[in-house]
């Protein structure tokens, strides 16, 4: 299998194909960092989890601990699949030469939306749990 950015001369379609392997490349980047910082915002409540002691206060706490799990042991893992297996399939496109399969631009496509919108979901996520923990400062 050949690697999407290796140099050749057999490139179809060059510059659309490369410009969507370095947006995947990007999201795989993001997702590492994503995992990151959740690492930290696992430490964030861990440290400041007992300052609160209303109901409501332990309420969004378990909310956030249940977000920050399901993100990053489930969602994170199953984009970073996703991405990984589109990169695969395009290394498949670069090397066999076949237009014709366009459903790997449609997926592309998906793809990206799906990426678009978990990242306005991790920043939501995030301004509110720095707006919780302020709380606790």
Sequence with gaps: ???????TTNYILQPSLLEKHRR???????TLLWQREFNFFQKLLD??????????????IDHFQNLLIYYKNELIVDL???LRDHETRLADML?????TKTEYFKEHDAIMQELESFNNAFTEYKENLFGFIERAM
Excluded: G
């Excluded at 299998?1 to 140099?7: D, F, G, H, R, T």
């Excluded at 440290?47 to 969004?60: C, I, L, M, P």
């Excluded at 090397?95 to 237009?99: F, L, R, S, V, W």
């Design 1 to 7: 299998m050949i690697s999407a950015a290796s140099v």
């Design 24 to 30: 995947t490349l990007n999201w795989l980047s993001a």
């Design 47 to 60: 440290q400041y989890a007992s300052k609160f002691t209303a109901v409501e206060d332990k309420k969004q």
């Design 80 to 82: 970073r699949k996703k």
């Design 95 to 99: 090397q066999t030469k076949d237009e």
